[in-house]
């Protein structure tokens, strides 16, 4: 068998031994085992397989020496014709140490023959380098584009990008400076930035692109100063009249306070007419008891009611000489609206001046009202608004009597809060919200008990 196996591998077309053939096994001295080779597992381990191995280790030696197959190449590039030595031309001169040296240096070194790849064999291609995702899909995104283009239709993104405005590349780069020059400008953290010169477009599709501040952050919440100028009255000397006026002042505060109290007393004071006596005492306690004549009189007449109620209806059918009466009436009254529509129309054409005054007395009515409106609106931000569930209210004035007023400023006493006058500024001025002292709640109740020894001694 290993004979045959030998004959077919040198039958193959295109093969070529380069090594000697290894000699066979002598297999006549020895006995050959009786296997079965109807079974799978047999036949690898007892099939001879050296020659065909010793066959396809040539084939690839004599790809990886010659790039292919030494029986499939021409005769030229196998041999080629031996004229012997060439001769040498006489050197006119000997050649430079400097050139010896260089022919040396330029040799490789001996490592790096080892590592250059000595096989003639082309590498495998790469077919995931060629692959890319979604090809298919990108194909044919490609093909409908230019079916488009064909067409004259301009595809939205290309015609974002016609849109842009153009970036002028006129404008340099600012050169940062190094952190080590100590001759550089203080730089301001807090300061405002300068206006970039670049895109608007690509600094919002990029992010960014600074928030636009809203106007109203600019404006402040209330017209009134931080600070506010007591009344002249309010000096330790003032004048008379000054100090007069600012007594007024505070004397028309607590008359309005003193009459939201008394409002707020008679709203919850009780009547005399509904606080008990003795008489409605006893009505309320004999109420029930005692029948009245009067109910049992009209009780027989409320069954008749009843009864007759309970009867019922019958509607009259309406003959046709009545349903065509109704209609003439009916459409009589039609004529008759649309008549005095008319009449109220031509009327009007007669009164064209009435109407224009009163279109021009309703339109300085409107112009007053807007201004009445917009007088109240600018009075409006100088008080304070509902920020809260709390209301605003003003802190009390601080005045003197005529009897306290001091001459100078030694005998001045000192009164109010300056802390306390910064906060109500801060709430009129709808900066913060009214707030009130939290109110302490005890968790637990006490409870009193009386010890024994104070039980004894009671």
């Given amino acids: 068998s290993n004979r045959r196996l030998r004959r077919m591998a040198a039958s193959q077309p295109g093969f070529l031994t380069l090594k000697p053939s290894s000699q066979p096994t002598d297999l006549v001295g020895s006995r050959r085992k009786r296997v079965n080779k109807n079974k799978k597992k047999n036949w690898n381990k007892f099939s001879d397989i050296t020659d065909v191995e010793e066959f396809l280790e040539d084939v690839r030696h004599q790809e990886r020496t010659t790039g292919g197959l030494l029986s499939e190449k021409s005769d030229d590039s196998l041999f080629f014709v031996d004229l012997g030595q060439p001769e040498k031309a006489e050197q006119k001169a000997e050649p430079d140490e400097g050139k010896k040296r260089k022919g040396k240096a330029t040799r490789p070194l001996r490592i790096d023959l080892i590592l250059q790849g000595d096989s003639l064999i082309p590498p495998p291609k790469d077919v995931l380098a060629y692959q890319r995702p979604n090809a298919k899909k990108l194909r044919r995104i490609a093909q409908k584009a230019e079916q488009l283009a064909a ?47 670049a895109d608007p477009w690509y600094l919002q599709q990029t992010g960014k692109k600074q928030v636009k501040r809203p106007k109203k952050l600019s ?20 004048d008379f009249l000054s100090h007069q006026a600012l007594l007024q002042e505070a004397h028309e505060v607590e008359v309005k306070r003193k009459k939201q109290e008394d409002k707020l007393e008679k709203q919850l004071a009780v009547n005399r007419e509904d606080k008990a ?43 046709e000489r009545q349903r065509k009466k109704e209609k003439a009436e009916k459409i009589k009254e039609q004529r008759q609206l649309s008549i005095k529509r008319q009449n109220v129309q031509q009327q009007q054409l007669f009164q064209l001046r009435s109407i224009k005054a009163a279109i021009k007395q309703q339109e300085q009515q409107t112009k007053k009202r807007r201004s009445e409106r917009k007088e109240k609106q600018e009075a409006q931000k100088a008080q304070p608004r509902r920020l ?39 709430q009129k001025r709808n900066l913060i919200e009214p707030r009130e002292r939290a109110k302490f709640r005890r968790k637990l109740k006490v409870k009193y008990v009386e010890k024994r020894a104070f039980k004894e001694i009671t």
Avoid at 219 to 238: C, H, R, T
Avoid at 388 to 411: C, I, M, N, T, Y
């Fill in 388 to 426: 809260g569930k709390l209301k605003f209210q003003a802190p009390d004035l601080e005045v003197q009597l005529s009897d306290e007023l001091a001459g100078s400023l030694r005998q001045l006493k000192p009164e109010g809060s300056i802390l306390k006058d910064r906060f109500k500024s801060l």
């Fill in 219 to 238: 404006q402040k919440p209330s017209v009134l100063p931080a600070v506010e100028v007591i009344a002249p009255g309010g000096s330790y000397n003032p």
């Fill in 151 to 197: 067409k004259g239709v301009v595809p939205r993104r290309r015609k974002q990008l016609l849109n842009r405005r153009p970036v002028d590349r006129t404008v340099k780069k600012a050169v940062t400076e190094a952190n080590n020059n100590p001759d550089r400008d203080y730089y301001d953290m807090w300061a405002q930035e300068s206006t970039s010169p």
């Fill in 277 to 319: 006596t003795a008489e409605t005492a006893l009505c309320e306690e004999v109420e029930g008891l005692i029948e009245d004549e009067e109910d049992e009189e009209t009780s027989p007449n409320k069954e008749d009611e009843e009864a007759s109620g309970a009867a019922i209806t019958v509607t009259e059918k309406k003959s």
